[in-house]
Structures are given as structure tokens and as C-alpha cells.
Antibody, heavy 119, light 112 residues
């Protein structure tokens, strides 16, 4: 059974940092592109970042470029999102999700982890 | 901002048919990218509902169907049921954003 389990969310002050993790199981993690998608309270889904299967290629939404870094450890079947210089508008539930290729469907999602940026 | 536009809400009585539109442009849906649809029940993570425009993953009832034409796509729900009350999002990719993922604005389906 495919499972994606996010962790690392919490309350952080503006300008602070947080690292999210996504533990994957039930599939060959190193064969899939992995993505982060976020959803602000009461709002819609927004794509944040993606990593190719070996971590050599990454992309970011303009709103987080230069502040967030996606990475992965295929030996540990884990995806990460390092978030620096956090802003109030980064407050959201962050979901980890996978695709088979660079631009295919998000077929499995984690349960999400809530990040709250507030003073 | 979302580059795929959906109606904020649609509603229907049990058993009726409702459709949700997803309006894109020549840089996303019109560029040949497939459209995927997700259902998000209250308080839960999104779930893949339709992939590659008109395909249903295993376990998704055939009451759900998708289509794509030109720069737009649509999701149809026939025989609407109470359990279909949820938020629905279309999704594709966009060449003007270096092929990054884009979601629709989302549609709340209410069963009357």
C-alpha cells in the first residue's frame, strides 16, 4: 500500500525556518518525481515544488523561489522541504504527493502537515 | 493566482447531473497537457478522481467522467449522491511557467 506521511509542521515566527519531511513507503520511491502542494486555510490548492527521481532537477513556484529548497534521500525514502525566511502568507497545510513523470497526475497524497507563520 | 478557472460552486439534487468547467489557455490545456481532476472531502487530503482527461483510477465510480476540448475541460457527475459533496479541482501544467503544475480555482459541489 502506497503511503506518504508528512511531518515537521508547526508554529514559527515570520522570518523563521522549518523543515518538512515526507516518509514514503509501499512503492519504489527512487522511480518517482515528488512534489509539494500547499493549501492556505479556506483556500485552493497551490503547487509549490517538485524534484525528479534522483534529485538532480528541481523546480519552484515563483512565490517560494529562493526561500524554499526541495530535496530527497532515496536511501531513506524521504522527501524534504526546507523553508527559510517564512512569511505569514506561507501559512498552509503542506501536502507531499507523487507523479510517475514530470508532468503526470498526482496519484497519491499524504495527509498533510500544517505550517503556521505568525508572531 | 490560479491560471485555470472553475466556477466557485455548483449544486444539484440527488440523482441529478452536474458539470464543472475548467477554463485554461494556449499555454496549459491548449498546449496539449492532460487535465486531471481531484476530489477533496471536508478535512481530508485531495484524491485523484480523473486522470489524463477522461480516465478513472480503480475504485472511482463511473458516475464521474471527464472531457477535454481545446483550452478547456469539464468534469461531469451523474446520479449525484450526498457523498459527492466536496471540493473539486482541475489540474494541468503550464509552458509559460516552465512546465510547472497548476491547479484550478476549485469548485464546491453542494447536494441539495
Amino acid at each position: 500500500e502506497v503511503q506518504l506521511v508528512e511531518s515537521g509542521g508547526g508554529l514559527v515566527q515570520p522570518g523563521g525556518s522549518l523543515r518538512l519531511s515526507c516518509a514514503a513507503s509501499g512503492f519504489t520511491f527512487s522511480s518517482h518525481w515528488m512534489h509539494w502542494v500547499r493549501q492556505a486555510p479556506g483556500k485552493g490548492l497551490v503547487w509549490v515544488s517538485r524534484s525528479n527521481s534522483d534529485g538532480s532537477r528541481t523546480n519552484y513556484a515563483d512565490s517560494v523561489k529562493g526561500r524554499f529548497t526541495i530535496s530527497r534521500d532515496n536511501a531513506k525514502n524521504t522527501l524534504y522541504l526546507q523553508m527559510n525566511s517564512l512569511r505569514v502568507e506561507d501559512t498552509a497545510v503542506y501536502y507531499c504527493t507523487r507523479t510517475y513523470s514530470k508532468s503526470s497526475e498526482f496519484d497519491y497524497w499524504g495527509q498533510g502537515t500544517l505550517v503556521t507563520v505568525s508572531s | 493566482q490560479s491560471v485555470l478557472t472553475q466556477p466557485p460552486s455548483v449544486s444539484g439534487a440527488p440523482g441529478q447531473r452536474v458539470t464543472i468547467s475548467c477554463i485554461g489557455s494556449s499555454s496549459n490545456i491548449g498546449a496539449g497537457y492532460d487535465v486531471h481532476w481531484y476530489q477533496q472531502l471536508p478535512g481530508t487530503a485531495p484524491k485523484l478522481l480523473i486522470y489524463d482527461n477522461n480516465n478513472r483510477p480503480s475504485g472511482v465510480p463511473d458516475r464521474f467522467s471527464g472531457s477535454k476540448s481545446g483550452t478547456s475541460a469539464s468534469l461531469a457527475i451523474t446520479g449525484l449522491q450526498a457523498e459527492d459533496e466536496a471540493d473539486y479541482y482541475c489540474q494541468s501544467y503550464d509552458t509559460s511557467l516552465s512546465g510547472r503544475g497548476v491547479f484550478g480555482t476549485g469548485t464546491k459541489v453542494t447536494v441539495l
